[in-house]
């Protein structure tokens, strides 16, 4: 199964963006790249998804590496309610049922 | 629009009880997933349905089982309790595709004593 590895925690101020990195340097050629945060008590909760182009909408934007071996999730202007921990996981689009979460990189989002 | 319903929401088990935690989605979903969170941990997939009567294990299945007789509903079984399965349980369900996001439930918080 496709891995993915983020860092355990990262910080931001508030109004600024936010850049979350993810490694995947396994990925084939159909897996998908999904992001979802989990804010603290409640389940997870998607975010975004790209397969080769960088992608766009109302919560944040997808920017995939052109080798696709990494991406990241940017959060144009962080809240205090983008404090959260923030999954990106892969889902093959032959194999999709089998997906994995990692730990995930912690927001921390400083006022 | 109910999405994901999880019942209960909370509850406490002595060790060696038994007991079924509930998932329906009203969304016509044929795909749903269960999934476990220790603390501080990230989600572990227990099992996973395509569609009513298929099943199949997924990371952790050891210790539940699952049925899937309607498109709507997905039961979480857990036989002989044990301390180890103390967690939050959440299920999730999906569209047929890679590209489709998936919706969760808002999780059952299990203690095992």
């Known amino acids: 199964d496709a891995k993915t590895t983020q860092p355990n925690s990262m910080e931001s101020n508030e109004e600024e963006p936010v850049h979350l990195p993810c490694n995947h340097s396994t990925i084939s050629g159909t897996d998908y790249i999904h992001w979802y945060r989990q804010l603290p008590s409640q389940g997870p909760e998607y975010v975004i998804h790209g397969l080769t182009s960088n992608v766009n909408n109302r919560m944040a934007s997808l920017a995939i590496a052109e080798d696709r071996k990494s991406s990241t999730l940017i959060l144009h202007r962080a809240t205090l309610r983008d404090a959260a921990v923030y999954y990106c996981?892969?889902?093959?689009?032959?194999?999709?049922?089998?997906?994995?979460f990692g730990s995930g990189t912690k927001l921390n989002v400083k006022p | 629009n109910a999405g994901v319903t999880q019942t209960p929401k909370f509850r406490i088990l002595k060790i060696g009880q038994s007991m079924t935690l509930q998932c329906t989605q009203d969304m016509n979903h044929n795909y749903m997933y269960w999934y476990r969170q220790d603390p501080g941990m990230g989600l572990k997939l227990i099992y996973y349905s395509v569609g009513a009567g298929i099943t199949d294990k997924g990371e952790v299945p050891n210790g539940y089982n699952v049925s899937r007789s309607t498109t709507e509903d997905f039961p979480l079984r857990l036989e002989l309790a044990a301390p180890s399965q103390t967690s939050v349980y959440f299920c999730?369900?999906?569209?047929?595709?890679?590209?489709?996001?998936?919706?969760f439930g808002s999780g059952t918080q299990l203690s095992v004593l």
């Open positions: 999730a369900s999906s569209y047929d595709r890679a590209n489709e996001k998936l919706f």
């Open positions: 996981i892969l889902r093959d689009k032959y194999n999709f049922n089998k997906f994995y």
